[in-house]
């Protein structure tokens, strides 16, 4: 694309507003891919297409689950107005949910547990380097002298 604007900046004329004739327009030569490349190309751009479809498709799912669960609580709510402190029970809850949040806050513990060892190891890789440098140092001072 630069390289065509490049051709038509160089081809303009004038002084006030600079303009290109319509012959020279027509004489431009604008590279095109192949037809096999065009194909491959929008073959590609397909397939980007269906996966941001099937993220919309997803993300609408999720949102009618939310709005759902929200309704049922709210009106759990409007119904037991008079136990106001217990509006959302344990029995409420579904089992599968009570197993995703263990099963999350488990993987979080790990995720947690396994940083902590990263970073550990790699302050005691730190100070093995450090220790070696320093040692190399000695040495190369010990044979210069």
Same mark, same amino acid.
């Given at each position: ?108 513990? $790990? /995720? *947690? %547990? #396994? +940083?902590? @060892?990263? &970073?550990?190891? !790699?302050? =005691? $890789? /730190? *100070? %093995? #380097? +450090?220790? @070696?440098? &320093?040692?190399? !140092?000695? =040495? $190369? /001072? *010990? %044979? #210069?002298?």
């Amino acid at each position: 694309m630069i390289i065509i604007q490049d051709e038509i900046y160089k081809l303009a004329t004038g002084t006030a507003q600079k303009g290109i004739n319509q012959e020279n327009f027509y004489n431009i030569d604008i590279l095109l891919p192949s037809l096999e490349d065009q194909e491959k190309i929008v073959k590609q751009m397909g397939q980007y297409d269906n996966l941001v479809e099937l993220q919309k498709q997803q993300i609408e799912s999720i949102d009618l689950t939310i709005k759902e669960r929200f309704e049922f609580h709210l009106r759990k709510c409007t119904e037991s107005s008079k136990e106001l402190s217990s509006v959302i029970t344990t029995d409420e809850i579904k089992i599968s949910d009570k197993i995703d949040l263990t099963e999350s806050l488990e993987k979080s513990k $790990v /995720k *947690k %547990n #396994k +940083s902590i @060892v990263v &970073l550990e190891e !790699e302050k =005691e $890789v /730190k *100070k %093995n #380097k +450090s220790k @070696v440098v &320093l040692e190399e !140092e000695e =040495e $190369v /001072k *010990k %044979n #210069k002298k």
